[in-house]
């Protein structure tokens, strides 16, 4: 029999549903799984008794006849998540001993769902990078390795705990946050299903900010299924969020029939670009061969102002961070380094707190927003940013859904981008558009490189339609019949 | 107008004024914690006024009815969109490090206060716009020998900065506007407008120039919380400034402090004031959308406004400006006032007027109350006043009776009772006091025959002590000059 700990989420609710285990069976499991993964460096906070505490009580719910959608499920969270009692981090030294006296929404969700937690994924700093280099509690490793190479790998991210942890097999479902991609990348990184769900789906109440107008939380799961199921318990209108939505959360899972038939997906040209690997295009035209087979039409159509979405995400998301990270002070919780006058402390504090990319991005911020810069840079940012939506909002009249790729190469060994900044920001050239514009976006398995490593295609779908985008994931999923493993299992 | 004399000529000052008004709502702008004054330290933070991670502001509509209000207070314009945006700079109580603020599109835009001068006189003000703020936390320096202690009371209460054109020339002008703004915002209930509690602060802006000429260089003056420091900041700008030019140099565009234990003002030092705050929409809070319709409804159901009220106790009352305009001051003394002319059946407003700015202000100055907390009521003032219009008592009896009515909460009609002080207006009676005052003084009887009219008035007196004030001095003074005759 499989391990525990190998299962994904549908086939641990069957298992448990069936009386097959219990919940205290799977969260041992992942908790020796997450053991024997910690070579990885997946997490930063391992909460073992409180995962066990919660299968206790899930198990007693359950006796009751109270399961809820994610009832016994262990999951892994990213530790951009406020979770009450528990040291949350966002990766900076900045927040040591932070516990936070709250439970940020989407976990709350998750945890009345029935969802039990293993334990605080690595990050990149407060979100920010696409390789999971710049934490302060050091990298996180890829479990895949490139064929006859023992090589680290980055994991992609920010998210790249959370995905290194699912793809290890030590959890079936871990949160992630995207602002830019930080989901979608390290889900293709990693060989799995990585959801960004529609800006305002679930609430930010609770999720340490990074860039305010584009951060959302989603999934990172093995499969399309898993993914509609935590997100079905993930999302809500939160009234402590004035930009989540208030809209009903549908079943997402009943989406999952296959249905694509007539579907109209358009494809970008303005995703072809230079450089990119020729095995990306191969599987972008399988992904389109195998949506074709399904009875969907291809329609081809033109974004046309997809070239200036990294430069301007570049400068809204810096902008934004730059001010959401002016409360680490020193003055009320976290790092503090003393100093003379208030000035003095501030530049101690947060001199030391913060790491290298965090400080680039903050003054970039802090340039762009200056005055006498301002129109140059944020204003042009936030124009463009509207003419990217409006390419989307066109196009969507045309079409039900986009495929693209998710990013433009598979992942890459630690240390291999460092050197340059813009070569690394390049890795988010096909997620940021989806950001600027609030839509949903999927990235799906489809196929390994020659080196052996997971490529993934986006599905990007209409705002609050993650139903299409779902639907289409998995067609795709099915058809490219991904099955295979990372070179690191948990406990193999 | 005032214009200062220097060696080079007559100067102008031109104010221009930023008033912080705290507004009163139960909660603060972005979030559910209270906001009453004077509460223990740090007793009133939400996680969202100590910006704790992943916390966001969630605006009070309360806040923004009470903005709304305002500025339909103010004759302005309300904007049906209007957006917050961040301020950005570092203060340790400033905990996101950045203030929520109006920026660009403010909530309300110009409109127009009409002041009420000492001279009688009035004159315009234009407000330039009024926007929503969050105000900053507090920062105690007192509480240890080297270090700085935070209270985040106040850190997230909505304050309204209202800001004038640089329409006003003289500090009794800063003045009127001050105490005009004061009223209207305490009409309106948005504020309590105290300014020793901090609820209204100004800042002033100075510049001083030649009648007639384009505007000087103005400088800000901060720190300013009450309307004498207010005046007292700009005569002190004003001449400084004066002084400056006179004497060759020029006045630089600064902020400066008031200090109000010299009466003056200093310059801030640059660091303090260096700032470049990096305004931007702020991304977790949507624009303001306010319908038409509940604009509308708000205006209709404002309560009467001082100026209106004014002008209606002149028309209907026949009251003049100045009586007028003292009695509005004050939502409370007006509504008081009213209450008094509605409850002494037939009294003349223009004698409760004098009643209530006279007898019954010098009582509760006296004693230092308010008037909810005064014993004569508007009923027992009106009760009064109706005795006195009906000719029951005599102006002189009436304000023994008020005084009795305050000392004991009595009715005026039990006490007049009581202590039989009904006017005699009974002509035998009359007569009897007045023949006998006759017959007592030959000698007065005998200078007034030959032609010394003025020893009538002493007659009238010696009348009415005789009769302990209760004659009614209109049946003494026929009575005498007929027995004269």
Redesign the interface.
Known sequence: MTRLSELTIAQSRDGLTKGAFSARDLAEASIAAMESARPLNAFITETPERALEMAAASDARRAKGEAGVLEGIPLAIKDL??TEGVL?T?ASHI?DG?V???E?TVTANLWRAGAVMLGKTNMDEFAMGSSNTSSYYGNVENPWRRQGENRPLVPGGSSGGSAAAVAARVAPGATGTDTGGSIRQPGAFCGLVGMKPTYGRCS??????F???LDQAGPLTRTVRDSALMLRAMASYD?????SVDRPVPDYEAALDGRIRGLKIGIPKEYRVEGMPEEIEAIWRDGIKWLEAAGAAMIDISLPHTKYALPAYYIVAP??A??N???Y?G???GLRVPGAT??EM?EATRGEGFGAEVKRRVMIG?YV???GY?DAY?NKARRVRALILRDFTEAFEKVDAILTPTAPSAAFAIGERTDDPISMYLNDVFTVPANLSGLPGISVPAALDADGLPLGLQVIGRAFDEETMLRVAGVLEDAAGFDAEPAFVAGR | MSLIQGETGEWEMVIGLEVHAQVIAESKLFSGAATAFGAEPNTQVSLVDAAMPGMLPVLNEKSVEQAVKTGLGLNAQINLSSVFERKNYFYPDLPQGYQISQYLQPIVGEGVVTLDLPDGSAKEVGIERLHLEQDAGKSLHDQHPSQTYIDLNRSGVTLMEIVSKPDMRSAEEVGAYLEKLRSILRYLGTCTSNMEEGSMRCDVNVSVRHPGEALGTRTETKNVNSIRFAKQAIEHEAKRQIALIEGGGAVVQETRLFDPNKGVTRAMRSKEEAHDYRYFPDPDLLPVVLDADWVAALKRDLPELPDAKKARFIADFGLNAYDAGVLVAEREIAEFFEAVVASGKGCDPKQAANWVTGAFFGALNRDGIEIAAAPVNAAKLGGLLELLDAGTISGRIAKDVFDAMWDSGKDAAAIVEEKGLKQISDTGAIEAIVDQVIADNPGQVEQFKSGNEKVLGWFVGQIMKASQGKANPGMVNQLLRKKLG
């Open positions: 998540f406020c949350t966002a927040l932070f936070p006296p709250y940020s930010r109440w609770g999720v340490v900010a860039a305010s107008s009234p402590k969020d004035s930009t902008a934004e730059s001010s990270l002016a409360r002070d003055v009320r919780y208030p000035t501030y802090t927003l200056s005055a301002y944020y």
